[in-house]
T-cell receptor
Framework: DTEVTQTPKHLVMGMTNKKSLKCEQH?????MYWYKQKAKKPPELMFV???????INESVPSRFSPECPNSSLLNLHLHALQPEDSALYLC?????????????FGQGTRLTVV | AQSVTQLDSQVPVFEEAPVELRCNYS??????LFWYVQYPNQGLQLLLK??????LVKGINGFEAEFNKSQTSFHLRKPSVHISDTAEYFC????????????FGPGTRLSVLP
């Protein structure tokens, strides 16, 4: 199984809503990532978890709250988002340690904030 | 820190013609290099990677890339493209033995024309 599964595929939420994005992998990877991708732009790193601990936070606003409850799951909790947060949110996983030798990406969650 | 430049934002090419997508990087440390492809409304799929060893790397779907350390380049090539190769292509680097980050270039839109 070389898949990273993201749910939901599409999400529309209001600016006062609370929602969560979910990501799951069963490849035994111990590094997991959240990326944000705007239209016609490359993915931008948001967070990195290594061995279930947050190792990189790229100065992301607090309305985005990541969580890694176990080695297979990664969540992104969303609260009080702005319309400019509308984007494709990508989850990825890789083996941890020194250097990323390959990252597997999920299909993404298309988020629209209204 | 690492950065990636993809000089061509769009590359139109006729079917069965060869293509080269250019990638240059900047880094103060040794890096690992990657090419990913993204089809519309999809996640990213790894085409090929360079970690060490032979500078000519072969990937999936008939693509190959050559690492040139002196020119800090990692150009992607395919001798004969198909309509199905139409997609966005991202070059990416990770900082080798020095971290868990993963930085993408701005992307090149390859359009294969009939």
């Amino acid at each position: 199984d070389t898949e990273v599964t993201q749910t939901p595929k599409h999400l529309v939420m209001g600016m006062t809503n609370k929602k969560s994005l979910k990501c799951e992998q069963h490849m035994g990877h111990r590094a997991m990532y959240w990326y944000k991708q705007k239209a016609k732009k490359p993915p931008e790193l948001m967070f990195v978890y290594s061995y279930e601990k947050l190792s990189i936070n790229e100065s992301v606003p607090s309305r985005f709250s990541p969580e890694c409850p176990n080695s297979s799951l990664l969540n992104l909790h969303l609260h009080a988002l702005q319309p400019e947060d509308s984007a494709l949110y990508l989850c990825a996983s890789s083996t941890p340690g020194t250097g990323v030798t390959e990252a597997f990406f999920g299909q993404g969650t298309r988020l629209t904030v209204v | 820190a690492q950065s990636v430049t993809q000089l061509d934002s769009q590359v139109p090419v006729f079917e069965e013609a060869p293509v080269e997508l250019r990638c240059n990087y900047s880094s103060s440390v040794s890096v690992y290099l990657f090419w990913y492809v993204q089809y519309p409304n999809q996640g990213l799929q790894l085409l090929l990677k360079y970690l060490s060893g032979s500078t000519l790397v072969k990937g999936i779907n008939g693509f190959e890339a050559e690492f040139n350390k002196s020119q800090t380049s990692f150009h992607l090539r395919k001798p004969s493209v198909h309509i199905s190769d139409t997609a966005e292509y991202f070059c990416a680097v990770s900082p080798g033995d020095y971290g868990q980050n993963f930085v993408f270039g701005p992307g090149t839109r390859l359009s294969v024309l009939p």
